[in-house]
């Protein structure tokens, strides 16, 4: 049934009062001048995915009791502000600071250690901080300070000014005559070469390159529409993380220690060659679909035997160096990633104790499997280096930006992300849209929203870990259009899209961690449209992102791996003849549309 808004004589029902308080909308308009009620229902499941229990009228009653308490600290749990922000002039929607008592002191204890008191005049440096409150009530508070920059990074332009084309890049059809059925960074970074130096192209936009679930079967090869069958990878819309990009994009001949196999063991690897030759020339050929399971379990078995090689002094200190950076998110992943192997590629399904990271069990089951865990650390280090590759070879040829990463919206709701950031992501819902001109029954993506309140208290420590991963490498990231949102549309579980509601965020707040993430990297922000990037994006994102063109699929086949692309008769094929790739919300609306 619709949820009555308010009573006789006008006082909205207390779960309606709920509702608003915690950012659950009552309605939404989908064209001009009509008004779509939300059930009842939907607003009690949405409110139960925040952790707040609204099944009852005491329920009710309770939790507006808790939220008023809220109301009443001193201090909010995060405080988001853009660097030269006073204290006075802080949003309301975003912290409380405009309204504190007169005569409360403020200290900030920077990242850095240093001790400073924040009042008029004082700036404080971009970073993560924590604030410290002390009212003349003898209320005392702290919370995280996040200082973002005023401004965004603008994309980097060429000596002269000009921003040269850009491609858009499927990375897993990137095929060339040394891929294991599948493109992977070396190709990558030979298309960067390329387009550089021969188009005087200044990035590659790539799509999703996140890591997929390591076991066979973790994918389907589905085809998604303009796309040849079996070119399809449904890991780039559901990924497992977002945090790290996929070990199976690796050249394993790339490998330092490749170099360095035994006899025996090399014996073993030109099997494998030879198998992953006839896998891509299968793909080329349009008799088999792309699959990523074939691709990971040739790959998997090539490493297993490079792994046996030592590293060197200097990798072994790059290693450690990857390793104590990447910090407790790296132990997490490569911990999901060595229990999928055994329990399944969703956590939900683990046994008890196994689907919380910080358990007993957990920590004696991965000491059980350190083996494993230490090979998914090693695979995303090996990874994380040849990106790095990548980016550089686009610098090297001359582009200005490089690498510009496509991110999908969300992560699988059983993967790596979603086990270790479960605190902060919203459970028995997941994010889509409402009916519209994209889709007549809405849109189901199967992904989990991050929640607004759980972000908050977190010091949006998740959400900052998912932009650092992201940033990592890339020249620009274009994080579509759910970064800065003020609302997002949640769908409670069991419900068609259509039964869902909208769920207010602090899209200020968003921007503001996005900024300073994009800071620390040195990468440009670029968004779908005016404010999309926040304050301080200029007019770079329409300019860069307006000239982008497509990228084929497949590449070059002939064995000096020379360009351009040939046709069918060895003539040289315009890249912007190629095939289409379809942006980020056309591919989940396909999603939506393979799942209905």
């Known amino acids: 049934m619709p949820l009555p808004q308010a009573r006789s004589g006008g006082n909205p029902t207390r779960l309606a009062r709920l509702a608003e308080a915690h950012g659950v909308a009552l309605s939404y308009e989908p064209e001009p001048g009509r008004h779509v009620q939300v059930p009842e229902g939907t607003v009690v499941e949405v409110l139960a995915a925040m952790g707040v229990d609204a099944s009852t009228p005491r329920a009710v009653r309770a939790a507006l009791e808790r939220h008023e308490w809220d109301g009443r600290q001193l201090l909010p749990p995060t405080v988001v502000l853009r660097s030269g922000a006073r204290p006075a002039s802080a949003p309301a929607r975003t912290s409380c600071l405009s309204q504190l008592p007169d005569g409360t002191v403020l200290r900030v204890v920077t990242d850095s250690g240093t001790t400073l008191d924040w009042g008029p005049g004082t700036r404080l ?104 069958a079996g070119h399809a990878d449904l890991s780039s819309l559901l990924p497992s993380s977002r945090r790290f990009p996929d070990p199976v994009h690796l050249r394993v001949e790339e490998i330092p220690e490749f170099a360095y196999l035994g006899e025996g063991q090399r014996r073993r690897t030109e099997v494998l060659l030879g198998r992953a030759a006839a896998l891509r020339e299968a793909v080329l050929g349009g008799h088999a679909p792309l699959d990523r399971g074939a691709v990971w379990e040739l790959k998997r078995e090539a490493l297993e035997l490079v792994r046996q090689v030592p590293l060197g002094p200097g990798r072994r200190a790059a290693y450690d160096d990857f390793v104590a950076e990447r910090g407790q998110a790296l132990v997490d992943h490569a911990t999901w990633c060595a229990l999928a192997e055994v329990y399944g590629s ?251």
């Open 346 to 596: 969703d956590w939900r399904s683990w046994p008890a104790g196994l689907d919380d990271p910080r358990s007993a069990h957990t920590a004696r089951v991965r000491e059980e499997r350190r083996d494993r865990v230490d090979f998914h650390v090693w695979a995303a280090w090996l990874t994380d280096c040849q990106f790095a590759a990548a980016q550089h070879a686009a610098r090297r040829a001359g582009m200005a930006v490089g690498l510009v990463l496509d991110p999908a919206a969300g992560a699988h709701p059983g993967g790596s992300d979603a086990w270790a950031h479960q605190g902060s992501l919203a459970q028995g819902v997941s994010l889509g849209a409402p009916p519209d001109g994209c889709g007549a029954r809405g849109q189901d993506w199967g992904l989990p929203p991050w929640r607004p309140d759980a972000l908050a208290r977190a010091g949006y420590a998740p959400y900052r870990e998912v932009l650092a991963g992201l940033f990592r490498h890339a020249g620009a990231l274009r994080p579509g259009g759910a970064v800065g949102r003020s609302r997002l549309w949640w769908i409670p579980d069991g419900r068609p899209p259509a039964q869902g509601a909208y769920v207010r965020y602090d899209a200020e707040a968003m921007r503001g961690v996005l900024a300073l993430e994009a800071h620390r990297a040195g990468a440009a922000v670029l968004g779908e449209g005016p404010g999309t990037a926040g304050p301080g994006a200029g007019e770079g994102p329409s300019v860069l992102e307006g000239r982008a063109r497509d990228a084929s699929v497949p590449w070059p086949r002939c064995p000096d791996r020379s360009l351009p692309l040939l046709d069918g008769q060895g003539r040289p094929v315009p890249w912007e003849e190629s095939a289409a790739s379809p942006r980020v919300r056309e591919l989940l609306a396909e999603w939506g549309a393979l799942r209905d």
């Open 125 to 228: 440096p971009v970073g993560v901080h924590t604030l410290f409150g002390h009212a003349p009530d003898e209320r005392a508070a702290h919370s995280t300070l996040i200082v973002a920059p005023e401004t965004l990074p603008a994309p980097r332009t060429r000596a002269s000014g000009e921003r040269g084309p850009g491609l858009r890049v499927r990375l897993r059809s990137l095929l060339s005559a040394r891929s294991w059925g599948m493109g992977d960074l070396a190709d990558l970074g030979e298309l960067a070469g390329w387009a550089g130096r021969c188009l005087g192209a200044d990035f590659l936009q790539l799509d999703p390159p996140h890591s997929a679930v390591p076991v066979p079967g973790g994918t389907a090869p589905v085809p998604q529409a303009g796309e040849p």
